[in-house]
C-alpha cells in the first residue's frame, strides 16, 4: 500500500507540472492550449538524444532539454497563440489542436515512431521504517512541492507575479491601470511550457517514450485541471496529487482502468459542479 | 423550378454527384464516403448549428456500430432491426450521457466528450473484451432479409445513397424549423434565449440526443459496410476527421458537411498514398482554415453566389435606368 501510495505520488507531481502551464494559459489568455504537451514529448525527445547519443549526463542532458524547448514554445506562442486571443473558444481548440498534430508528426519525421526506453538515472534506493524507495520518485516528489511553494512565492512577492494573478482575475482592469499584458502572457506561456518539458524530463525514466506520450498524457492533465479549477493554482496542485492518487489506487486492484477512473472522477466532479467557460 | 418541388431537385443533385463519382471510384469506396457524410451530417447539427465543438462524437458511432454488429451476433438476423437497434443503442447512451455533457459550454464540452469518448473505447477494449472480443473485433454474418441483401455491395451503395439523402431531408427539415431556429440561436446568445423562457438545456439535450443518434445510424452502416466491428471504430484520435470536414466545408451548412465529407475523404484515402507526412498537411490545412478561410467551401461559394447576383441585379437595374437615345 505504501508503495502504491508513493506511485501516486509521483504521478501527481508530474501531471502538476504539466498541468500548471494548462491552467495558466487557460486563466490568463482564455486559450484552450491542446498544443501545451508537445513540448512535453519534444523535450523527452531532446533528453533522449542527449542522454543515449551524445552521452551528456542525465543532469544536464535534462537541464539543456527544458532550456531547449523555450524557444519552441515561444515560437507557438508568438505566432499561434497570439492570434488567437479573444477568439471563440473552438477555433482557438481546433487551432492548438493543429499545431499538436503538426508537432507529433515532427517528433515522429525525425525520431522515428518506435517507442524508446530510459533506465533510472540515479539507480538508488533509500530505506525508510522498513520500505525501500528509489531516490528518484522522491526527487520528483520533492521537485513538485518545491515548485509549489516557489510559484506561490512568485505570484506573491514578485511585481511579474503579482500582475499575472491580476490578469487571471481581470484582464480589462490590468490593461487599465496601462499594463501591456502581451509580454506577461508570452511570458506565462513559456513557462508553462518549460514546465511541461520538465515534467516530461523527470517522467521520461519510468515510463516508455513514444510520439503520442503527449497526447494521452494530456487528457489527464486536462481532467486535473478541471477537477482544480481553471486558473486555480492552489487547486491545481491538490486536485494533480488527488488524481495521481486515483491512478495509483485504481492501477493496483484494476490496472486496465487506472486512466478511465480519473475520467469518471471528472464527470462525478462536473456533475456537482458545472464549469462554464 | 416550383417552389415545391425544390426538395426534390436538391436530393437529386446530391444523387447525382455521388453517382458521378461512381466511375472514378470503387463502389465500395463511394459508400464509404457517403457514411462518412452522414456522420459529419450529424457532427455539423451540433457543431455548425449548435455551436458546440465535440471532440467524442465518435463514441456514438461506435456504439450504433457495436450495437448493430451485437445485436446481428446474437439476437436477430434481421439487418434492418440490427440498424434500428444500434441507432437506439447510441440514442440511449447519448441520453445518459447528454444528461452530464448539455451542462458544459466551449472547451469544457470538447473536454468532456473526449473523456466519454476514451472512457467508451476503453470500456469496450478491456472490460468488455468478453463479448466485444476487445482490439480484434469480431465479424458478421447473414446479413440478409429478402430483397435486403447486405452481402451485395451495390445494393449496400443504393442503400446508404437513400438513407444519406433521407438523413438530409430530415436534417434539412429540422433545421429550418421553428426548433431550429431555436438551436441556431443557442449558438449565437444561450442567455438570451434562456430569458425568452425556453429552457435551453432541454433542446440542447434533445439536439444532443438527436445528433447522436444519427452518428448512430452511420456507426450502424459502417458494421453492415464492412461485416466487421473494432475498436478504431471509436479511435478518440479520428475526431479531428469530422472537424476538419465540417469546416472545410462550411459550418453551419448541410451541403458544406456534404462536401467537406467527400473532400477529406478523398483527402485521406489518397493523400497517404503520395505523402508520407500527411498528418501535418492537415494540421497546417486546419491551420488554414482557422485563420484565413472560415467560410469553408460552401460558405465561399454561397458568398460568390450573392456577389454575382448582386452585381447582376445592379447591371439590370442601370441597363433600365439609363437615358434612350
Known amino acids: ?277 | 423550378m416550383k417552389p415545391e418541388n425544390r426538395d426534390i431537385y436538391e436530393l437529386l443533385i446530391i444523387a447525382g454527384s455521388f453517382l458521378l463519382l461512381v466511375p472514378f471510384l470503387h463502389t465500395h469506396r463511394i459508400t464509404d464516403f457517403m457514411i462518412f457524410c452522414i456522420f459529419v451530417l450529424s457532427f455539423d447539427l451540433l457543431y455548425g448549428y449548435m455551436g458546440r465543438l465535440s471532440f467524442g462524437h465518435l463514441l456514438y458511432l461506435g456504439a450504433g456500430a457495436y450495437g448493430a454488429g451485437l445485436s446481428l451476433r446474437h439476437l436477430t438476423a434481421n439487418p434492418l432491426l440490427a440498424i434500428l437497434l444500434g441507432i437506439a443503442a447510441a440514442c440511449l447512451l447519448a441520453m445518459l450521457a447528454g444528461l452530464i455533457v448539455v451542462r458544459a459550454t466551449g472547451a469544457c464540452f470538447a473536454l468532456i466528450n473526449l473523456a466519454f469518448n476514451q472512457t467508451g473505447w476503453f470500456l469496450v477494449m478491456s472490460p468488455l473484451r468478453g463479448i466485444t472480443n476487445g482490439q480484434d473485433g469480431f465479424g458478421i454474418g447473414a446479413m440478409r432479409l429478402g430483397f435486403f441483401n447486405f452481402g451485395s455491395a451495390t445494393f449496400r451503395f443504393w442503400f446508404v445513397l437513400i438513407t444519406l439523402l433521407l438523413v438530409f431531408f430530415l436534417l434539412k427539415r429540422v433545421t429550418s424549423s421553428p426548433y431550429g431556429v431555436l438551436v441556431r440561436s443557442i449558438k449565437e446568445d444561450e442567455t438570451r434565449v434562456r430569458f425568452l423562457g425556453y429552457n435551453t438545456y432541454l433542446y440542447k439535450w434533445l439536439t444532443f440526443v438527436f445528433s447522436a443518434s444519427v452518428a448512430g445510424l452511420s456507426g450502424a452502416l459502417t458494421a453492415l459496410n464492412y461485416a466487421y466491428v473494432n475498436p478504431n471504430t471509436m479511435d478518440v484520435h479520428k475526431n479531428v476527421g469530422a472537424v476538419f470536414a465540417c469546416l472545410i466545408g462550411g459550418a453551419g451548412r448541410l451541403y458544406g458537411a456534404l462536401i467537406g465529407g467527400v473532400v477529406y475523404m478523398l483527402i485521406s484515402n489518397f493523400l497517404p498514398l503520395y505523402v508520407l507526412r500527411w498528418e501535418m498537411f492537415l494540421g497546417l490545412a486546419l491551420l488554414i482554415i482557422v485563420f484565413r478561410f472560415r467560410r469553408g467551401i460552401w460558405g465561399s461559394f454561397e458568398v460568390w453566389l450573392s456577389r454575382a447576383a448582386a452585381s447582376a441585379r445592379l447591371r439590370a437595374q442601370s441597363g433600365k435606368g439609363a437615358p434612350v437615345k
Not at chain 1, 502504491?4 to 502551464?21: E, K
Not at chain 1, 486559450?31 to 547519443?53: C, D, E, K, R
Not at chain 1, 499575472?164 to 482592469?173: Q, Y
Request: glycine letters at 8%; a positive charge.
Open chain 1, 1 to 277: 500500500m505504501i508503495y502504491t501510495l508513493m506511485y501516486g505520488l509521483t504521478i501527481g507531481a508530474i501531471l502538476y507540472f504539466i498541468a500548471i502551464g494548462l491552467s495558466l494559459t487557460f486563466g490568463t489568455m482564455r486559450v484552450t492550449n491542446f498544443a501545451h504537451t508537445i513540448t512535453y514529448t519534444i523535450g523527452v525527445y531532446l533528453l533522449l538524444t542527449f542522454v543515449t547519443q551524445w552521452k551528456v549526463h542525465y543532469f544536464w542532458a535534462a537541464i539543456f532539454a527544458v532550456l531547449a524547448v523555450i524557444p519552441i514554445g515561444y515560437l507557438i506562442e508568438r505566432f499561434i497563440i497570439r492570434r488567437l486571443y479573444g477568439e471563440s473558444l473552438d477555433y482557438t481548440f481546433i487551432a492548438t489542436f493543429a499545431v499538436s498534430l503538426i508537432g507529433v508528426d515532427v517528433v515522429k519525421w525525425i525520431w522515428g515512431v518506435q517507442p524508446k526506453a530510459l533506465g533510472d538515472p540515479i539507480r538508488r534506493y533509500i530505506e525508510l521504517l522498513g520500505f525501500t524507495f528509489p531516490v528518484y520518485r522522491l526527487l520528483i516528489v520533492g521537485i513538485a512541492i518545491l515548485l509549489f511553494f516557489a510559484l506561490q512565492l512568485f505570484v506573491r512577492r514578485t511585481m511579474v507575479g503579482k500582475i499575472i494573478i491580476a490578469a487571471l482575475e481581470d484582464r480589462e482592469k490590468v490593461r487599465c491601470l496601462g499594463i501591456k499584458l502581451d509580454k506577461y502572457f508570452s511570458l506565462v506561456f513559456v513557462l508553462g511550457s518549460a514546465l511541461a518539458a520538465l515534467g516530461g524530463v523527470l517522467y521520461a525514466p519510468i515510463t516508455s517514450v513514444h510520439p503520442y506520450m503527449g497526447t494521452s498524457i494530456l487528457l489527464l492533465c486536462f481532467a486535473v485541471v478541471i477537477v482544480g479549477g481553471m486558473a486555480n493554482l492552489k487547486g491545481t496542485f491538490f486536485a494533480a496529487f488527488a488524481l495521481g492518487m486515483v491512478v495509483a489506487i485504481t492501477a493496483r486492484y484494476w490496472p486496465p482502468g487506472a486512466e478511465t477512473m480519473v475520467f469518471i472522477v471528472m464527470a462525478i466532479v462536473l456533475i456537482f459542479r458545472p464549469i462554464d467557460v
